[in-house]
């Protein structure tokens, strides 16, 4: 029964994220980003992990750019049979890997864990939890990492209430165009 109901809820979130305009996309997500690069937690942090955008997630190409211009660590992951994390070098080092999504070439060991996982999502809750795309990967990463998550959208993928699985991992907190959202 929760399957179904995350099915049908990822459905939904989908068509309507996939229906932003181009312009309107870039524009929320610019305010994502001046919403991120405002907290405290991403100001003091010295290695980030950013998703790479694909399809009609918040790009976050820009957010990269400029933490790497304030002297930030980035990591970009690689998707195998689970999630490992390697330095970001450059756009132009990026090849597509499994299901499509763009992961570094060069594979090149950060200096340490991340301080903050910054997470993808279809949807996400106000209980602090979220819905990917139903593999799993990040809630496994999440389970033995002692990150801080940011999980990142547009304000209209927030919900009240989100079917939840045990495994299913919590952010700490959620930044959208529109709010910040903390336990």
Known sequence: MVQHLKE????????K????????????????AGALF???????????????????EVDTRMMIFRAMQAGKEVLIPVTDHKITFY?????????????GILEPQTREIP??????VIVPG??????MHRLGYGKGYYDKYLSSSPAYRMGICYDFQVVDKLP???????????ITDKRVIRL
């Open 8 to 15: 049908a809820l990822r459905r939904e979130m989908l068509k």
């Open 17 to 32: 994220r996939d229906s932003l305009s181009k312009e309107a996309a870039a524009t929320l997500a610019d305010e994502v």
């Open 38 to 56: 405002k907290t405290e937690r991403f100001t003091e942090a010295k290695r980030i992990a950013f998703y790479i955008t694909k399809g009609s």
């Open 87 to 99: 330095r970001f070098s450059s756009f132009s080092d990026l090849k597509p890997g499994k299901y």
């Open 111 to 116: 200096g340490g864990e991340p301080d903050i």
């Open 122 to 127: 279809v949807v996400f809750g106000l209980c």
């Open 164 to 174: 939840v699985h045990e495994n299913d991992e919590r952010m700490d907190e959620i």
